[in-house]
């Protein structure tokens, strides 16, 4: 980039010494192709202007545009584009559309739906433990099960995840056990966490996914800024963020994304755009094209997709990552779903949403594990009694890993002021001492198994 910039300002003065003579013009759109073509870039060129008119436009085009300037005689309000298309291979029938060569084998496809199954089934009976008083809080994946496995299926391992609270699959695909889940809901000694953070807020750093976080957008600029650093060092690996559309209204998602586009980062933006967030529906969060619109406003290379179609979902995850660490450049895809479920175990969704339309949404062929599961049928890939297996030994690990978690002690209060800094600072260990000595002389206001925590 440094010679290619001196380049450019060399350029630039041998320009500006020959600005008013009659090669003007030619070396002028000389410079514009070089800038277009990403050969020097746009910062590199100085503003170039005729000396007997320094009034009139820019020969060199204007620094802050793309592309040689085009001028009209009337207001040119604009606020739209063209529309989006949207990428589907499989429709609401289970049919692979005609021509359509599957990007994936069916094995592989097999294995997908099961994730699916197992994410499903997994979301239900750990929601259903919250409304029972067994965990305080849970957030379930309902109807975007093909989406968050499809996509975590194109990556690789080695790229690194910052995902939201509805990517449990994800994880889940990348080797996070049930018993995992159940251990961090439960706020169990064993969890990454310790205990420290709400239930479904994973942490797997073994599995190159970083730690799920309350307040949304967070991850979507770490992402950018890792995505740069991998880049810049060499790695042919991205950095992947996960986030919802009702997150992407946030300050922190615009940042990221000019920040990426500008220097170029290493990052997959992967956008759930499921209709609502929390109970604001998209029409009252924002007026522009969904998503992919501030993709293409930022430069950034975007793509729509049917979230509820698991091929389309991998095949857009597969090539937008390969196009993301071989350009050197980020990409955004927008997989448009529906939430079937309640926001969190703290909303009641049909406050704000018919019935009716949740009931549309979960018919078979709509609802993606149903589509996916009509595609294997008739591939003969899957039947009824298979279906029925898989879900009576998933019920079964499920109910054995929330026997096995549940007599697991809770993680130690001490917990709460580790894995911060490198070493303790001094208020940190006043709170500790302080809370220490609590718990130490008010035993009988807690329960038996506090104690353990207090050791």
Sequence with gaps: DMGLKSFGLKVDRFLIRLRGGPSTTMF???AVRLRNTGVVRRHHFLSVRSPHDFGARCLASYAGIQGEPMFCEEVPFRRKG?????????DERGRVKQGVELPLSVDQMTRMY????????????????QRQGRISFYMTSDGEEALVIGTAA?????????????????????GFTIQQMVDQCFSRHTEEGKGRQMPVHYSASDLNCQAVTSPLGTGILHAAGAGYAFRVNGERRC????????AASEGDAHVALQMAATLRSQTLFICRNNGFAISTPVQDQYAGDGIASRGISHHIQTMRVDGNDLVASYQAALLAREYCV??????LIELMSYRLGHHSTSDDSTRYRPKAEIQEWSRDGIEPISRTRMVLESAGAW???QEEMLRKETRKEIMECINTGEKKPFAKVSEMFNSVWAKQPPHL???????????????????????????
């Design 239 to 246: 950095a992947v963020a996960y986030f919802g559309e009702g």
């Design 154 to 174: 194109g990556l690789k391992f080695e790229d690194m995840i910052w995902s939201q609270y509805r990517e449990t699959g994800a994880l889940m695909w990348r």
């Design 114 to 129: 099961k994730f699916m199954v197992r994410l499903k089934m997994t979301d239900h009976i750990l929601n259903q433990l």
């Design 383 to 385: 039947d009824s009694s």
């Design 82 to 90: 063209a529309s989006f298309t949207i990428l589907r291979y499989v």
């Design 429 to 455: 260990m006043q709170q500790e001492k302080e809370c220490l000595d609590h718990l130490e002389k008010h035993k009988g206001a807690y329960p038996s198994r506090i104690s353990f925590m207090a050791e």
């Design 28 to 30: 002028s759109r000389l």
């Design 326 to 331: 071989t350009h050197g450049e980020p990409v």
